[in-house]
């Protein structure tokens, strides 16, 4: 007997609510399908996680999705990106002070709430609690996990939304290769009422004498600002952590003493929680789907902070992900479509990102001299249409 009723929408399992998994659910849900979303995070932290800098391309995503103006009113638009040495020498500036901006500058935890209270308002299931424990791939259109404390759920497809070290990752393709440290540490934080002036758009980057640091002055005077360090080893989150706050500030304000003035003021003015992270990318998997599994985001590509577009590569893989689907009836067809659209670019920016990465090691007064001699002359090359292949890239969510 055939059946010739409505097709019942399929249900997609996402593991993980941080920027990719949200985007995603949202667009699947347009597209007909019935994504449920598994934190594990026990509940919404929106203070969590510094800042990070969602790039045009980004903007255009969330644009498609109804929420870019929320970020533009949240965030900081970023017109240029202004390098100097710690001496205070002018290297070079990317970016042009008028017209539309670079890129908005937001805290983390308001872009992760902006999303996920859109997916709760058109009423996407979301529970919390949820750590994946382990996976049961049944068929191409069958799968089901398991969560660690206890509890199931089955679909007809999983996409593994969880990050760098994702457990979906790990279960799915175990020959995967792991992240890599790209041997530098990444710290920051936040300064309200700063009295620095107000820096029309301007983020200003200083290749310190030991380390580097980054900072803008919002309106209000709060001054986001990070820095980042050659560090040994390869630490984790929490190996850094364990260093106990203090240590972190004295060691801090020992790294910018020598530079120019703003940076110890602000390290000298920072009174709370320093977030200190060690830096990984995922430069390429070779697998990127396995019958009804697949990945996106971090979990598959993970690039440095660097070039500033993990956040914006998620929210684009989420996008042309669901149009794939959408558009293909056979999932594995649709995750082949997705590979084939989506490895060069996001390979390119991971290595990319590193490049600019590579920069920031000089820790001796020679590796310093030169790098600031060579530096005027890499940012000249790098003038604003030389970025156009990444900032550029707009997805329209009605071709097929
Ligand atoms: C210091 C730092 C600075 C950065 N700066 C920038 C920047 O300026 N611009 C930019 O674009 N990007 C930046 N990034 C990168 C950006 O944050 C990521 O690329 C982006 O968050 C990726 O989104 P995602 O949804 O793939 O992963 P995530 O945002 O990491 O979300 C993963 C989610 O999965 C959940 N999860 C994990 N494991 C499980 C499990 N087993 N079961 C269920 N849930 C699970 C996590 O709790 C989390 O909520 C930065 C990253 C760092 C570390």
Redesign the pocket.
Known sequence: MTNNGPRRPRKVLI???????PALALFLKRAGFAPVL????EQADDYA???????RN?MYVLQELGLDEEVRREGYAMHTMKMVSGKGKLLGVIGASGGEPQGYTVK?GALHQILREEARRQGIPLEYG???KAVEVNTAERVEISFENGGTASGDLLIG???????VRRIVFPGAPEPAYTGLI?FGGFLPDSRLPYDQGTQTMVFGKRAFFGYLTRQDGEVYW?GNLDYRGSPTRQDLQRIPQAEWHRTIRELYADDIAPLSGIVHGMEGEIGV?P?YDLPSLPEWHKKSVGL????LH??S?NA???????LEDAIVLAKCLRDLPDQEQAFALFQQQRRDRVEQIVRYSRSIGRRKHATNPVQVFFRDLMMPLFLRRADKDAHRWMYEYRIDWEES
């Open positions: 593991v993980g609510c941080g920027i990719a998994g598994f934190e594990a995070d996680g510094l800042f990070l800098n969602l790039a980004g983390r949820k750590k994946l939304c969880d990050g760098i070290h994702s457990r990444s990070f992270y830096i996106i985001g971090d979990a993970a690039t902070p500033g577009q993990g956040a914006s590569l998620a």
